[in-house]
């Protein structure tokens, strides 16, 4: 009996005998090389815990990289006997105090192909282990739901945008179609004053919100006497500049009202 079918006879044990059936969310997600964790703490802070604990691996033949393999430059302690076999992987090489040093770094191993017996065998001569191992979290579950760890990363910054965004999404919709809803309310009520305002405007009914339109349409000049206080407010800040800037003409014609001049 594997592992996984072990981990899923026991939900189902523990839900026949409790009847809490959010557990059985969790059997979709046991399929292949996978554990559970169990914790009270903080899913966050456990998923980072979980993420530090990584183990070195070499570089077998026929595994496919997982990230670009790099030989760094430096001496390899290597006699130099196994010069030829830096040769054959085009890596410059030089003898240094009789040990075989490499002149600059060389990228052995691409990202997504698979390493070759001699790669292999240099990687394990030089004692680089470059490949590493270790947990990585697929799925969380929480109060019967299971969703993507992805979900940890979010702010309430980015709930609330996302928020947003689903709300307008729905007034739109709502106006769009007819169908009423609370958040195309507020939309609906505007819409609706446009449209009266419309109404009353080519027609003599009205209605005490319409007056003020009706009354700027007869006679353009208000739109002018509303807007006259603020040209107003902008004319007066002239003089005052001016009256800044003619101050130090004042200070020198009283010197000059003394009689001397500071050259006398």
Known sequence: MGKNTMMKRSIRI??????????????????????????????????????KYKVGAPARVGLVAPIDVVVPRGNTGLDP???????VLNIPTKINKGTVEIIAPVELVHKGEK???????????????????????????DSGSVFAPEVLDLTEDDLLDK?????????????????????????AFVNSYKNLLAIAVETDYS???????????????????AAAPASTELVSVAPTAAKEE???????????????????
């Open 14 to 51: 523990h839900v026949e005998k409790t009847g809490n059936q959010d557990f059985e969310q969790l059997l979709p997600a046991l399929v292949g090389n996978v554990g559970l964790i169990f914790t009270k703490g903080d899913l966050k802070e456990v998923r980072e815990e979980i993420g």
């Open 81 to 87: 006997s196994q010069t030829s076999f830096f040769q």
């Open 115 to 141: 390493v070759g017996s001699s790669k292999a065998a240099l990687l394990a001569k030089l004692g680089i282990r470059p490949f590493s191992y270790g947990l990585v979290v697929v799925n969380i579950y």
């Open 163 to 187: 928020f947003t965004a689903g709300v307008s999404t729905v007034a739109a919709v709502s106006l769009a179609t007819g169908y009423p809803t609370l958040a195309a309310a507020r939309h």
């Open 207 to 225: 209605f005490p919100l319409a007056e003020k339109t009706k009354e700027y349409l007869k006679d353009p000049s208000k739109f002018a006497v």
């Open 246 to 264: 003619e101050k130090p003409e004042e200070k020198e014609e009283s010197d000059d009202d003394m009689g001397f001049s500071l050259f006398d």
